[in-house]
């Protein structure tokens, strides 16, 4: 077969190119990277032979092996792993197919952009490289990265238990080619033709030097479960017939295989002899992540179920966290042999961010994805992890603020959706979760939790009182928040959509019910609210015509309209019954495509206001005049306004105002 030419896809050439011009500065990372593909590769042969020997072909000594050839300035990565097809070449090495480096190359462009446009507009440097530089950081690379260092690369390859093999070569010129060739043994070797600032005397890093090499695996790969071998070259003096060193004699080259990495895995050393960075880089190497993790968690039981877990928060959360296409999931492994990539059986949904993985001996190697969720040993696992996670956050929260409230913006969205969960599912940590949620209240403009917010409570307020919008700004301009305010009762803002669903799951907190200010009646629960509620009550009486004929004019669009007591300064607003969804809720519905949930919709009367006087004035012309019309239309739609909705006909509504100022 004729050697093939190809063109990369468009987002790799991109990618190639931001490697060639090399904008990211941690240029030795490459070798993590190719080091890591290559115990992948292993790690797939190991468990594909575990059913199908054969495909070892007698050779069951895995190995990584180094091989820098200083003349020819070259630098081999060679593995027996499970070697590709020419197919699977194509499409692992050709194209992008990581939703993860789309999303980045999206970004930078994005980046590039914005950045493209500031220079113009200042007049100023570009700061696109600091941008780009940021952006890169975020996201692997992976294969790419060998790029960085060098002109030419070749891959020569062959997978377990086939005959043929390919050559694949690229010299990033937007094109590769492949070629059938002879491999004798499975796996993949990966040969980079370094560039100039990689390789001999002089060179910035010397990527053919012994010392760099095993420097960069003691740095990033140490912990790599297969050797990394690479044969060191030294010189001796020579000897002369008695055993004396004579100078005169040329010295005597002598060549060691050496295996540069401990191997053990990191999970089994003692916690106290690992630094936070060796955590770190084992977790980016592990999870193919490419920034720090905010938390580790690293804890060995030794009880009825013998298990070592060793688990991590990434630092920031990925994209399509909440999204199905997300997988949730812990590695299992049994006795350091790899099981799964992707348990989702050991913790719950709501810890869906929780990176890692578990090691136990307990566990059977063969064990069947179905047979995971009723298998014992997993429960026992994921009931303990849950517990000492949930302990942790705790923790984090009472002594390092801070770093909790980072966590909290990047995942709190998680706990409050399991603190919906416990709905459907009376096992959930409800109570737990609840000490760990925080909102953002109308005391300070800052992050609080429950058991702060009920601490300060003065003791005349009864119950917790919340309120729904946006932003804060449009909850403090809220005519519900008045009454509240003046009697310097502290307020929630639930800003995201789950928010109330989670508050509804709790019902209370330390005794304290849960009161929307825009839900139901408003009960300050005090004496002067009760003798403003009776006086209000008497006026509703006297004005029970004009409420229903309020209402008739209304329609459909309003239940009720109604007196009310929690206003100070504006005319009108509008609640949602007490009983089913509130109007955030309602949005939230319609979002999930179940318009079907709809809010009562109330329409509340200040009757303290000088417009409740011109109401009365435009009933007195008769409930069918243009006036009370108005009036009435007016009114709802400044409280639909209000609560941040768009009346229904903005033409009429101009109308009536016409109307109304030209009088
Ligand atoms: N040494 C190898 N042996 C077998 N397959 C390999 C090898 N190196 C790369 N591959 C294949 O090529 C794919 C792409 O590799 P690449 O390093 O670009 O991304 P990745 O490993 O999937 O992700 P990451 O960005 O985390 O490294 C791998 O998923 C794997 O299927």
């Known amino acids: 077969m004729e050697k093939e030419k190809f063109e990369f896809q468009a987002e790799t050439k991109q990618l190639l190119n931001l490697m060639i011009n090399s904008i990211y500065t941690n240029h030795e990372i490459f070798l993590r990277e190719l080091i890591s593909n290559a115990s992948d590769a292993i790690d797939k042969l190991r468990f594909a032979s575990l059913t199908h020997s054969d495909l070892l072909e007698g050779d069951s000594e895995f190995v990584i092996r180094l091989t820098p050839d200083e ?3 070259t630098l081999t990565i060679t593995d027996n792993g499970i070697g590709m097809t020419k197919e699977e070449v194509i499409k692992n090495i050709g194209t ?15 980046a590039n952009k914005i950045a493209k446009k500031a220079e113009e507009e200042a007049g100023k440097e570009a700061k696109t490289d600091a941008t780009t530089k940021d952006l890169i950081g975020q996201f692997g690379v992976g294969f790419y990265s060998a790029f960085m260092v060098s002109d030419k690369v070749t891959l020569i390859t062959r997978k377990a238990g086939e005959k043929e093999g390919w050559k694949w070569e690229s010299a990033a010129d937007g094109t590769y080619t492949i070629e059938p060739c002879e491999v004798e043994k499975h796996g993949t070797s990966i040969t980079l033709q370094l560039g100039e600032a990689y390789a001999g005397e002089g060179a910035e890093q010397d990527m053919t030097s012994y010392w760099t090499l095993e420097s960069l695996v003691k740095k990033y790969s140490d912990y790599i479960r297969y050797p990394i071998k690479m044969e060191e070259t030294t010189e001796e003096p020579a000897r002369n017939d008695k055993g004396d060193i004579d100078d005169k004699l040329p010295p005597v080259k002598k060549t060691e295989d050496k295996t540069l990495n401990s191997q053990t895995p990191l999970w089994k050393r003692n916690k106290s002899s690992i630094k936070a960075e060796e955590y770190n880089e084992f977790f980016k190497h592990q999870f193919h992540e490419w920034e720090d993790p905010m938390w580790y968690y690293h804890t060995r039981a030794e009880g009825t179920v013998e298990y070592t877990a060793l688990l991590y928060i990434p630092g920031k959360a990925p994209a399509n966290l909440y999204f ?21 059986d050991l913790l719950p949904d709501y810890l869906r961010f929780v990176k890692g993985l578990v090691d136990s001996p307990d566990l059977s190697l063969n064990i069947s994805r179905e047979l995971l969720q009723q298998n014992h040993t997993i429960k026992v696992i994921g ?9 942790q956050l705790a923790d984090m929260l009472a002594k390092e603020r801070e770093k909790y409230e980072k966590f909290w913006n990047e995942y709190g969205r998680s706990l409050k959706a399991g603190v919906y969960n416990s709905v459907y599912d009376p096992d959930t940590k409800k109570d737990q979760l609840a000490d760990l949620l925080l909102f953002m209240t109308s005391k300070e403009g800052k992050l609080c939790t429950l058991k702060e917010y009920t601490d300060r409570m003065p003791e005349s307020q009864k119950a917790i009182y919340y309120a729904t919008g946006k932003d804060k700004e449009a909850i403090e301009h809220l005519p519900q928040m008045e009454a509240v305010k003046d009697k310097g009762f502290e307020v929630m803002f639930l800003l995201d959509p789950v928010d109330e669903f989670c508050l509804e799951a709790l019902q209370e907190y330390a005794g304290k019910k849960f009161q929307s200010l825009s839900r139901g009646d408003l009960d300050l629960g005090d004496v002067e609210s ?4 009776k006086e209000t009550e008497d006026i509703a ?4 015509t004009l409420l229903k004929d309020f209402k008739e004019v ?18 009108v607003c509008l609640v949602a019954g007490e009983y089913g969804p509130s109007f955030a809720m309602e949005q939230a519905f319609a979002m999930a495509n179940a318009p079907m949930f709809k809010a009562q919709r109330i329409l509340e009367l200040n009757p303290k206001h000088k417009l409740f ?5 435009a009933h007195d012309q008769g409930k069918d005049s243009q006036d009370f019309k108005d009036f009435c239309a007016l009114l709802f739609d400044q409280a639909l306004l209000l609560d941040g909705m768009i009346p229904d006909d903005p033409a009429a509504l101009a109308q009536q105002i016409a109307r109304m100022m030209a009088k």
Do not use: H, W
């Open 613 to 617: 006087a011109k109401l009365q004035e």
């Open 541 to 544: 009486k006297d004005n029970e």
């Open 324 to 344: 199905q296409e997300y997988e949730p999931g812990l590695q299992l492994f049994s006795r350091s042999v790899f099981i799964m990539e992707k348990c989702k």
């Open 96 to 110: 992008i197919a990581q939703s993860g480096t789309k999303e980045f190359l999206a970004k930078l462009e994005e």
């Open 554 to 571: 209304l329609g459909e669009k309003v239940n009720e309209v109604k007196l009310t007591n929690r206003l100070k300064d504006s005319a």
């Open 530 to 533: 009760e003798t403003s509620k």
């Open 383 to 391: 009931r303990n992890l849950e517990k000492n996670i949930l302990k």
């Open 71 to 73: 003349k020819a300035k």
